[in-house]
Structure formats: structure tokens, C-alpha cells
């Protein structure tokens, strides 16, 4: 815990079938940042807050898996990182049922989470209302020093700081620090295949480990406007994989030959996807890999989040 690195924290929660738009908008930011040895960087598949919404074993067992191998495959490096299942170290449970009771309702019910449930007349579970808890633990357990996370999360983070600084002051102590957030830069919103944000719930997506010929298919079906000065869809795909001044270039001298268009982009994404695919499918075959790699992470997370456990459990008097 004396480390003199500030630490990192992210959770990301399994759900799933993972394309291109994951990728750069959220992977490729988590994973730069996790390396270079400014950080020390914990990482945790965030399955209990998936809970929530996905109540199916097998599905839960298998997209932990993916992932992981996910991940791993795009330069996640596990002997940088504490990678591990949230499930596996029982302190974020135990941590958020103690920053349940000293929160109260109305201050969860102003998160805006629950706030857009509510206009949209949903039924939600306790389990989410109470999700900020749950995320607090996540960060305070580990003095997490930065939280990468999407603009959507920010208001998470001061939820984080709020709940660290109220404990703090209830049992007269400093044992949590106050985390800040860092809103990864939205590089791109790529759009899908219909020029739409692209997501797994459009049915726009072009898939991160897809074998060539699926990706020539998506790529494909990409909407073209024959009215533009060039096909914006495409475009804002390629740009994403060669650089607009190579880009400029080209769509002026191919101007209205998307055929061509489409066809270098599927060999660039290609170019730029096979490293990765080859490692998942690499891993994806040795099933021991990820088993090790999760049983360091729980370890090594258990050990960490116990040591803060027992400053908590002391300070509230159960010690
Ligand atoms: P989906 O929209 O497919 O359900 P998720 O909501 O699971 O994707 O997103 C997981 C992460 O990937 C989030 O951090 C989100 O910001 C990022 N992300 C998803 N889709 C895109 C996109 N089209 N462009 C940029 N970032 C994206
Ligand atoms: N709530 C985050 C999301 O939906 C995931 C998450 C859970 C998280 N616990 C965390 C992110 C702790 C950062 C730190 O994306």
C-alpha cells in the first residue's frame, strides 16, 4: 500500500460482444493509461454491478471471460495491472453495505441514474439504486487516486468523494482518500454502419475480433449518402485507423468510388485489427491463461482491500 505511484481504478462491466466503437472509445484510453509506470493500475471486471441486468449464468461466465481475453488482446498488460473479478474479493460487498448506512435515500435518489429511471417510470432494483455504493467501495478500497471513466460516470466519482469524506468525518478518521475522476477524452463517438452512434443494442456494430470476411460485411453495409462531398460513414471509420491527411488525399482522388472507398478501409481496419484478433483467439484457446491471470488478481486485490477492511471495521467500532 506504501507505494509511491498514485493508483488507478476502472471497472468495466461484462456486457459484451465488444466492437470497434468499445474499442476507441473506451479500451484503447484504459489500457494507454494503465501503462508506462505512471500509475499502478488496478483494473476489475465489474460483475456485480452487472448483475443488475444480466441474470443469466452462463451468459455472466462467458462475457467475464471475453472480457478478460478482450482486454489482455488489446494491450492490457497483466503483469502491469491487478486484474481482477470484483466477485472474487468480498470487501467491495461488505464496504458498500457500511456506506449504506450512513447515506441517505433522498441524496441517492438526486443520482441521475436513478432520476432518468424514474421519469421513464421504470421499476428499477434495489441493487441499482444502490449502485453508487457499490462503486464507491470499488474506489475507496484501493486509495484511488484516479478513476478513468466515461463523461457519463462523472457524477459517480463526486458520489465516491462525498461518501469518502462523510465516513471520514462520521468515525473521525482520514483512512479514505478522495479520489478525482478523469473523463476520458470522447476521441471519437464512431458512428455504425447506419452513420448512428455505433452500439451493440442498433444492430450497427462493426465487431473488435471479427474474422476478415465479417468485417468486409459490416464494412459493406455501411450506409453511403451519395449527395456529400464524400461518404462521411466510411470516413469517420477510416480516420480512425490511417491518418485524415493520408485520408484527404485519397477521398478527393477516389471521389465517388465508394466501392474503393470501402474496399481500402476494410484492408486498413484489417491491417489494424489481425494483431489483436490472433492474440484473443490465442488466448481464447488456452482457457488457463485468464484463469491465472484473474486467480494473481483476486489475490493480490484480496490482500490490499482486507488490510483497508480492517481500518474500517476498527474505526466503526465491529473491531
Ligand atoms: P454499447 O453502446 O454497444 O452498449 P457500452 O454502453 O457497453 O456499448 O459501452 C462500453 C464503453 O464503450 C463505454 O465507455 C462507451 O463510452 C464506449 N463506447 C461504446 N460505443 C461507443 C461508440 N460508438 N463510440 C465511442 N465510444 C463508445
Ligand atoms: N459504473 C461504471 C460503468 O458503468 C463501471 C464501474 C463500476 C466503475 N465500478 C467502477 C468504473 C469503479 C470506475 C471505477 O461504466
Known amino acids: 500500500m506504501t507505494d509511491a505511484k498514485p493508483v488507478l481504478i476502472s471497472g468495466v462491466k461484462p456486457t459484451g460482444d465488444l466492437h470497434i466503437g468499445n474499442y476507441f472509445g473506451a479500451m484503447r484510453q484504459l489500457v494507454e493509461l494503465s501503462r508506462g509506470g505512471k500509475y499502478r493500475p488496478f483494473i476489475f471486471v465489474a460483475d456485480y454491478h452487472a448483475l443488475n441486468s444480466m441474470q443469466d449464468a452462463q451468459e455472466?461466465?462467458?462475457?467475464?471471460?471475453?472480457?478478460?481475453?478482450?482486454?489482455?488482446?488489446?494491450?492490457?498488460?497483466?503483469?502491469?495491472v491487478v486484474l481482477f473479478?470484483?466477485?472474487?474479493?468480498p470487501a467491495h460487498t461488505e464496504l458498500a453495505w457500511i456506506f449504506d448506512t450512513i447515506t441517505t435515500m433522498p441524496y441517492l435518489m438526486r443520482a441521475h441514474a436513478f432520476k432518468d429511471a424514474e421519469a421513464k417510470n421504470k421499476e428499477i432494483s434495489v441493487g441499482t439504486f444502490n449502485y453508487p455504493m457499490l462503486m464507491a467501495a470499488d474506489i475507496l478500497l484501493y486509495d484511488a487516486a484516479v478513476v478513468p471513466v466515461g463523461a457519463d460516470q462523472k457524477q459517480h466519482i463526486e458520489i465516491a468523494r462525498d461518501t469518502?469524506?462523510?465516513?471520514?468525518?462520521?468515525?473521525?478518521?482520514?483512512?479514505?482518500?478522495?479520489?478525482?475522476?478523469?473523463?476520458?477524452?470522447?476521441?471519437?463517438?464512431?458512428?455504425?454502419?447506419?452513420?448512428?452512434?455505433?452500439?451493440k443494442s442498433y444492430g450497427n456494430?462493426?465487431?473488435?475480433?471479427?474474422?476478415?470476411?465479417?468485417?468486409?460485411?459490416?464494412?459493406?453495409?455501411?450506409?453511403?449518402?451519395?449527395s456529400g462531398e464524400r461518404p462521411e460513414n466510411v470516413y469517420q471509420i477510416h480516420r480512425l485507423v490511417r491518418s485524415t491527411q493520408e485520408l484527404e488525399q485519397v477521398y478527393a482522388e477516389h471521389k465517388g468510388n465508394?466501392?474503393?472507398?470501402?474496399?481500402?478501409?476494410?484492408?486498413?481496419?484489417?491491417?489494424?485489427?489481425?494483431?489483436?484478433?490472433?492474440?484473443?483467439?490465442?488466448?481464447?484457446?488456452?482457457?488457463?491463461?485468464?484463469?491465472?491471470?484473474?486467480?494473481?488478481g483476486k489475490r493480490e486485490a484480496r490482500a490490499i482491500s482486507e488490510e483497508k477492511m480492517e481500518q474500517v471495521r476498527r474505526a466503526i467500532g465491529v473491531a
Open 258 to 296: 465508394y466501392k474503393m472507398l470501402k474496399e481500402m478501409l476494410i484492408e486498413d481496419l484489417n491491417r489494424y485489427l489481425a494483431p489483436m484478433r490472433a492474440k484473443y483467439e490465442e488466448l481464447a484457446s488456452d482457457l488457463g491463461i485468464v484463469d491465472e491471470v484473474l486467480a494473481r
Open 164 to 199: 469518502a469524506e462523510k465516513f471520514n468525518r462520521i468515525f473521525k478518521t482520514d483512512i479514505f482518500k478522495l479520489p478525482e475522476s478523469f473523463i476520458m477524452p470522447e476521441v471519437a463517438v464512431v458512428p455504425g454502419t447506419d452513420g448512428a452512434k455505433m452500439s
Open 85 to 89: 473479478k470484483q466477485s472474487d474479493v
Open 60 to 80: 455472466m461466465r462467458r462475457r467475464t471471460r471475453e472480457l478478460v481475453t478482450a482486454y489482455i488482446s488489446v494491450g492490457l498488460d497483466p503483469k502491469e
Open 205 to 226: 456494430v462493426i465487431p473488435l475480433f471479427a474474422p476478415r470476411d465479417e468485417l468486409a460485411k459490416a464494412v459493406m453495409s455501411i450506409v453511403t449518402d451519395s
